[in-house]
């Protein structure tokens, strides 16, 4: 059980990343931001990349588990090629990631409260068609958050899980470097 407990705490208390680059590094300009979750309201830090013309436009990006704003690799190009098309772009942390407060990372959750929070941000600045880009857990965290608030319409979801409990049973001891048994039970425990 002391194995166990140890290895479910690191999982949920992911050492965080450094932000290593900013969109400055890929030549755009841009805002820090940051705005509250919704239901808790833990103020979320990102970037805010504003299209050069006024738009109604907006992408967010969601990262995925163990990573952060600037780590995913084609996330500050995508955003290039957005801004180049008109469209804004936020892209944020989640909790308890790269550097945005808070100390557990639920895989989906508690991750939802901070995009809804994204979206809420980009409602208060006129933002009406608003489009999400996850990956791994932000892709699940995208697909849930759209089926919570519908003033987001598009969600493109790269290798999202379906089921976090039925993923783990099955995919922990990847995770872990433990064996199935006994502990896969005890961790989701």
């Known amino acids: 059980m ?13 050492e965080r990343k450094p932000i290593t680059k900013t969109p400055a590094s890929d030549g755009l300009a841009f805002q820090e931001i940051s705005f509250p979750s919704r239901v808790d309201h833990l103020q979320i830090k990102g970037w805010l990349i504003p299209a050069d013309t006024i738009t109604n436009r907006l992408v967010i990006m969601a990262h995925g588990y163990k990573d952060n704003r600037s780590d995913i690799r084609p996330m500050l190009p995508l955003a290039d090629t957005l801004y180049k098309e008109g469209i804004s772009v936020i892209m944020f942390d989640f909790r308890a990631e790269g550097d945005s407060p808070g100390d557990v990372v639920s895989v989906g959750e508690f ?20 489009g999400v880009i996850g990956y791994s857990m932000g892709a699940s965290t995208a697909l849930m ?3 919570d608030d ?10 999202p899980f379906a089921n976090l409990r039925r993923y783990l049973s099955s995919h922990m001891p ?3 470097n433990l064996p199935n048994f006994p502990f896969t039970a005890e961790i989701l425990w």
């Not at 991750?111 to 608003?130: M, N, P, Q, T, W």
């Not at 519908?150 to 290798?159: F, H």
């Open 2 to 14: 002391g194995v166990s407990y140890y290895v479910g705490w690191n999982l949920t208390h992911p």
């Open 111 to 130: 991750e939802e409260r901070d995009l809804l929070g994204a979206v809420d941000y980009g409602r208060s600045h006129s933002y009406r068609k608003i």
């Open 145 to 147: 958050a759209a089926a």
């Open 150 to 159: 519908t003033l987001i319409s598009a969600v493109v979801a790269d290798s």
């Open 174 to 176: 990847h995770w872990t």
